[in-house]
């Protein structure tokens, strides 16, 4: 009789277990974020660093965040932080610039980063 009770006692709380694990063995679903993804065997020409791939939803938030729900006529988001000079692709490095001065910009951004071979100059000592 006591070993029925127990038993009675035993299968509610059993059955509550077996649910709540079943539950937690659920795959967590992915948060959205602003994390800079990179493509991982690619890199820039000019910089060598690792290509990355672009985050639209950043793009979105940063343009919500100005007021516009599309890139203003005329303007352009330009990454402060040059994406191929490590930069992320988040909308804190993220600004509206002309489309002039977005050329201007990118065309100094590449002009920097060229190597430049220069001969090394050797002093001798004068007797």
């Known amino acids: 009789m006591l070993k029925r ?9 059993l059955l509550v277990s ?11 679903r992915k948060k959205k974020t602003n994390t800079t993804e990179y493509k991982y065997g690619e890199r820039y020409k000019t910089t060598g660093y690792t290509k990355v791939k672009r ?20 303007f352009e988001v330009d990454h ?8 992320t692709d988040t909308p804190d490095n993220m600004q509206l610039i002309s489309k002039e001065n977005h050329k201007k ?6 002009h920097s980063t060229k190597k430049t071979t220069t001969k090394k100059k050797s002093y001798k000592k004068k007797q």
């Open 18 to 28: 077996f649910t709540t694990d079943a539950y937690s063995q659920k795959k967590p």
């Open 80 to 87: 402060i932080i040059p994406l191929s000079k490590g930069g």
């Open 105 to 110: 910009k990118t065309a100094n951004e590449r």
């Open 5 to 13: 009770k127990l038993l009675l006692l035993l299968i509610p709380l």
């Open 55 to 74: 985050n639209q939803s950043a793009k979105k938030e940063f343009l919500r965040s100005k007021g516009y729900k599309k890139v203003p006529s005329g």
